[in-house]
């Protein structure tokens, strides 16, 4: 960061004290002396950190110098920051091509943009800065670096006290936590016009005077690489005194997404920006409500007298439990059930199914979480005799280094074509050039997943496992594409093409089922291009 003498400095002393979403005190400090060719800012080259960052002068940092005694003309001339003395204190020269004579009075605006003007009224002097709505002086359009603010938005005035000249904030801060991932643009908006982008400021006070162009917004904007999550941004804001902001919409624009999410937080009744104060407006986000996911519970063998599944529940709320219940199949012991929150997972004791006329069974366990829909999971046990045919490929309890070692590629490498992966269990796959496996977080959970690559046909590449039973195959995955990607079986020579569930964004998961999958190697393939993989189950009917 840089830029920023005096706004930086007093950010630093007061704005992270609390948490608490209200505006807090910055004390500024003064400079510099002045002379008619440089100017001498009597603060070390390392002023102080915002955040534990260091905060320096950088080379071609600007100030504009006022120059005015009583009956003449305002003259104006620009200083930039040329290094530091021996004393470590920065020294402003006079840019090239300026010139500022020898004055009785001096006043000095940071940023040094075009337009400023200096007026003298009966010895009141004011200084009215140009309307800020292009780049790169846009309160509408704002760039924030990290944990800082936009230097270009950093107004500051100072008058000459006859040795310095004391710098004063002109703008206040409103500060965000951003909580989403691939935000682009964060746009703030207010109930009223309570904020403005053209300053006028009594020059011996330091106070706004006017502000012209009334505004109900201001937006921050990357430009480029989206907003860090769980990281501060401060967006300036110049107050229009009398007016309060009022009820407050944080829109976040996500990258790839059409509409932005918009979320309204508390009514600051009576309150507003303040010039030199931060305004906290907290990590302002939309309440997600907590869902129940489970893995299918493995058929249990007839004289199995325990079973177990997992399951987790998303966006969970601090100090509510799953809670599990026997709803039916009095073959489990109701009073057995016990939920493990620590290992996400739900186990139960039950009866042997040995009896001589025992037919296969079914219990059902219904999960609740207080906020979240109730889950029923179906418990299925075998009859003596029979060994149930079961295969779970889910990606994402592979480890990296496993996905690693089994492909030979690191995340989101294309593969050679050709290829075969093993990934245990009889599930082999082979490639082409497009085909890779890689990971990504959906509502809070990271799944891993692999995509085949390409539509199925000549340089064939397809999922493959051999199965001695007929039985259902159950996939998860997310087409991100057109419904002509589509998925499709190859089993006992018959090809079942499934199209629902698809022209999906890559971030919706979706489930199909393919019934009466025959005995014999099966085949699994998307029809066009590369659909995303989760994971694959199969199930012995």
Same mark, same amino acid.
């Given at each position: 960061m840089r830029k920023n003498t005096i706004i930086i400095a007093a950010l630093s002393i007061l704005a992270f004290i609390s948490?608490? *979403?209200? =505006?807090? %005190?910055?004390?500024?400090? +003064?400079?510099?002396? +002045?002379?008619? $060719?440089?100017?001498?800012? =009597?603060l070390p080259e390392t002023k102080t950190t915002l955040e534990g960052r260091s905060v320096l002068w950088a080379d071609n940092d600007e100030i504009r110098v006022f120059g005015y005694t009583e009956g003449e003309s305002v003259v104006s001339a620009v200083f930039q920051f040329t290094g530091v003395n021996e004393d470590n204190q920065a020294v402003f020269g006079i840019k090239e091509g300026e010139s500022l004579g020898a004055f009785s009075n001096y006043?000095?605006?940071?940023p040094a943009m075009e337009g400023i003007t200096v007026s003298v009224n009966k010895e009141v002097a004011t200084m009215a800065f140009p309307r800020m709505n292009s780049f790169p002086y846009n309160v509408r359009n704002q760039r924030p670096a990290g944990g800082q603010f936009d230097p270009k938005l950093a107004i500051m005035t100072a008058t000459f006290d006859g040795e310095r000249l004391v710098f004063r904030h002109g703008v206040g801060y409103v500060k965000i936590t951003v909580p989403y991932d691939d935000v682009t643009s964060i746009d703030v908006n207010f109930t009223n016009n309570c904020v403005g982008d053209t300053p006028t400021y009594n020059l011996e006070t330091g106070a706004l005077s006017s502000l012209g162009n009334s505004a109900k917004n201001i937006t921050?904007?990357?430009?480029?690489?989206?907003?860090?999550?769980?990281?501060?941004?401060? #967006?300036?804001?110049?107050?229009?005194?009398?007016? !309060?902001?009022?009820?407050?919409?944080? !829109?976040?624009?996500?990258?790839?997404?059409?509409?932005?999410?918009?979320?309204?937080?508390?009514?600051? =009744?009576?309150?507003?920006? %303040?010039?030199?104060?931060?305004?906290? #407006?907290?990590?302002?986000? *939309?309440?997600?409500?907590?869902?129940?996911?489970?893995?299918?519970?493995?058929?249990?063998?007839?004289?199995?007298?325990?079973?177990?599944?997992?399951?987790?529940?998303q966006n969970p709320v601090e100090g509510v439990s799953l809670q599990a219940q026997l709803t039916e199949g009095d073959w489990i012991d109701a009073n057995s059930i016990s939920v493990d929150a620590a290992e996400g997972t739900v186990s139960f004791t039950c009866s042997k199914n040995d009896a001589a006329d025992a037919q296969e069974r079914t219990a059902k366990i219904t999960l609740s979480y207080t906020g979240a829909e109730? +889950?029923?999971?179906?418990?299925?046990?075998?009859? &003596?005799?029979?060994? &149930?045919? %079961?295969?779970?490929?889910?990606?994402?309890?592979?480890?990296?280094?496993?996905?690693?070692?089994?492909?030979?590629?690191?995340?989101?490498? @294309?593969?050679?074509?050709?290829?075969?992966?093993?990934?245990?269990?009889?599930?082999?796959?082979? $490639?082409?050039?497009?085909? *890779?496996?890689?990971?990504?977080?959906?509502?809070?959970? %990271?799944? *891993?997943?692999?995509?085949?690559?390409?539509?199925?046909? /000549?340089?064939? @590449?397809?999922?493959?496992?051999?199965?001695? /039973?007929?039985?259902?195959?159950?996939? #998860?995955?997310?087409?991100?594409g057109s419904a002509s990607r589509a998925l499709a079986i190859s089993a006992g020579g018959k090809e079942t093409v499934d199209n629902a569930n698809?022209?999906? !964004?890559?971030?919706? #998961?979706?489930?199909v089922t393919f019934t009466s999958v025959s005995a014999g190697t099966v085949l699994l393939y998307s029809k066009d291009d590369n659909v995303r993989i989760y994971r694959i189950s199969f199930q012995e009917k």
């Open positions: 948490c608490q *979403k209200e =505006s807090k %005190e910055i004390t500024p400090e +003064v400079t510099p002396s +002045v002379g008619p $060719t440089s100017f001498i800012v =009597s006043y000095a605006a940071y921050g904007s990357t430009g480029s690489t989206p907003f860090v999550k769980g990281q501060t941004y401060y #967006l300036a804001a110049i107050p229009r005194s009398g007016y !309060s902001i009022g009820t407050t919409t944080v !829109s976040y624009t996500i990258e790839g997404e059409s509409d932005p999410i918009a979320v309204s937080t508390t009514h600051f =009744s009576g309150k507003n920006v %303040e010039v030199g104060k931060i305004f906290d #407006l907290g990590s302002p986000a *939309k309440p997600t409500s907590p869902k129940i996911t489970y893995t299918i519970p493995s058929k249990l063998d007839f004289d199995a007298e325990s079973g177990s599944f997992a399951f987790n529940v109730d +889950v029923v999971v179906t418990i299925t046990q075998g009859i &003596a005799g029979s060994v &149930a045919e %079961e295969h779970d490929w889910y990606f994402t309890n592979y480890t990296d280094t496993q996905m690693t070692e089994i492909t030979g590629l690191a995340a989101d490498v @294309k593969a050679t074509a050709g290829k075969t992966w093993d990934f245990g269990d009889g599930l082999t796959m082979v $490639t082409n050039s497009s085909s *890779k496996w890689n990971k990504q977080t959906i509502e809070g959970v %990271e799944y *891993k997943w692999v995509a085949t690559g390409g539509k199925y046909g /000549s340089g064939q @590449k397809y999922f493959s496992f051999t199965t001695n /039973s007929v039985g259902t195959l159950t996939i #998860l995955y997310a087409s991100g698809v022209s999906t !964004s890559t971030s919706d #998961l979706k489930t």
